[in-house]
């Protein structure tokens, strides 16, 4: 299952303020991050960006950042959109 992340030029000229903070990740099911690959707006609605006094971000969420191992806290880590749990061997190649 891979980790999303925003872009676009909102979140670009918010890193460039940010002094370090990192940015917004959430954990999506493979299914999920299917349907953001055709649009990356489809769950703006639904993902939050962590950091207070961002809009949607302009470009939508990229799939395809590196996460932790699943399998090591199984109970921990769910779909931030549909709450399947992830898993490893269910990770699709991500």
Known sequence: ??????FGDNIDEWHKNAGGD????H???HRCAQRLRKDPHIFDD????YNEGLDAPD???????AHPPY????EMYTCTIC???????RDGGY
């Open 1 to 6: 299952m891979p980790r999303i992340f925003p």
């Open 22 to 25: 990192g940015t917004s990740t």
């Open 27 to 29: 954990d999506v099911c």
């Open 46 to 49: 639904e993902l939050e960006l």
């Open 59 to 65: 470009g939508g969420w990229d799939v395809g950042a």
């Open 71 to 74: 399998d090591d806290d199984p």
């Open 83 to 89: 709450e399947e749990q992830l898993v490893d061997w």
